[in-house]
């Protein structure tokens, strides 16, 4: 390790952090080290749903009471 960083935890977070680093028999810092590297190593939520978004076209005018229902209450009409 060549640095060092300062952090703030609330009492809760410093309670949990403790606990899990005893349930590892570890210390604090190496749990939160790991926990840092997972949570930098994450893709991010956009990144995560990015290839599922898109859009589906209806036609204006259907007879399928379901899909009127629909229309009338999208608010981005």
């Given at each position: ?32 080290r ?41 608010w981005?009409?």
């Amino acid at each position: 390790m060549n640095a060092t960083l300062t952090i703030r935890l609330g009492k809760q977070q410093r309670a949990a952090l403790s606990k899990r680093a005893r349930e590892l028999q570890k210390t604090e810092s190496e749990v939160a080290r790991e926990l840092l590297a997972a949570g930098l190593e994450h893709a991010s939520a956009w990144e995560d749903i990015s290839d599922l978004l898109g859009s589906v076209k209806l036609p204006k005018e259907t007879t399928d009471p379901w899909r009127k229902k629909l229309r009338e209450r999208n608010w981005r009409k």
